[in-house]
Nanobody, 121 residues
Framework: VQLQASGGGSVQAGGSLRLSCEVS????????IGWFRQAPGKERDFVAA????????LYADSVKGRFAISRNNAKNTVYLQMYRLRPEDTAVYYC???????????????WGQGTLVTVSS
C-alpha cells in the first residue's frame, strides 16, 4: 500500500483546512487508514482513522467535534476535514495504513510523507 498526503498549509486560528491522502495498492478493503500528527519536539500522535470497507471511524478526544475523516472509494482518497483549528493543532500530519483499525501507531506499517499544518493565533 502506498500513501500520499497533501493539503497542508497555513491558517489562522478558527479556520479550516482539508487534508487528502491518496491511497494505492491491492486489497484496500483489508485496511484502515489513519491520520497522525507530530508537533515539533513531540511524539507522533493518533488523530483519526477510518475503515476502508465499513467506513467506521475513530477519533482522538482532542479533535472530536472539530475534525471529520471520510473516504471516497472511487478516488481511493481519504480526507481529514479540520474545522475550528487551534494553534496547538500545528504539526506535520501523516496518513498511514493498517490492517487493524485503531489508534495504536505500532499497527500502522505503511506511511505517506507528511504535510505541514500551521495554525497561527
Amino acid at each position: 500500500v502506498q500513501l500520499q498526503a497533501s493539503g497542508g498549509g497555513s491558517v489562522q486560528a478558527g479556520g479550516s483546512l482539508r487534508l487528502s491522502c491518496e491511497v494505492s495498492g491491492r486489497a484496500l478493503n483489508d485496511y484502515a487508514i489513519g491520520w497522525f500528527r507530530q508537533a515539533p519536539g513531540k511524539e507522533r500522535d493518533f488523530v483519526a482513522a477510518i475503515s476502508w470497507l465499513s467506513g467506521n471511524m475513530l477519533y482522538a478526544d482532542s479533535v472530536k467535534g472539530r475534525f471529520a475523516i471520510s473516504r471516497n472509494n472511487a478516488k481511493n482518497t481519504v480526507y481529514l476535514q479540520m474545522y475550528r483549528l487551534r494553534p496547538e493543532d500545528t504539526a506535520v500530519y501523516y496518513c498511514a495504513a493498517s490492517t487493524i483499525r485503531g489508534s495504536n501507531i505500532a499497527n500502522y506499517h505503511h506511511w505517506g510523507q507528511g504535510t505541514l499544518v500551521t495554525v497561527s493565533s
